[in-house]
């Protein structure tokens, strides 16, 4: 494992999301690095983004850039460690809530330390919206990839 924080979101990463409004504002847009392009939710609570990794990381931090009026302000995020990934009843653990504000810029929140994971979920259970909808420009994890005999 490196010392030092990359990002974790690759070409191999899987990402679900609970909706999109239309295919223009699709989940691909989550983390496409382009400043023009976003994923925007349908309306109702909670909403959900899930990312998969193709191997062990560490996460450390996450960024996120809202649209200020639609941003999820609320957010439990839970992860489904390595180790447990390959047992037969999978165990989600809850690892934090943060608490975004209704701003548009990118913002940052540290991770509590945590074993290695292979899934991490993001549930928004409170949106700026009237109607619920979440609309993200940018999703980054950063932390630390781990080689499969490490875990």
Known sequence: MSSSSESLINSRTRIKVSSSLDRSVGRKHLTDGDPG???????????????????PVVPKTVH??????????????????AASHRGENPIIEELTTIYPEDVNWKQS????????????????????????????????VKGQFVREGDT
Do not use: A, H
């Open 37 to 55: 392009t976003c994923w925007t939710s349908q309306q109702d609570l909670p909403q959900f983004i899930r990312i998969i990794f193709d191997s």
């Open 109 to 140: 929140f540290s991770l509590p330390k945590i074993e290695p994971i292979r899934k991490m979920n993001f549930e928004f259970e409170e949106s700026s919206d009237f109607f619920g909808r979440i609309t993200i420009y940018d999703l980054q």
């Open 64 to 81: 996120i850039t809202f649209q200020g009026g639609f941003v999820g302000k609320l957010c439990c995020i839970s992860v489904l460690p």
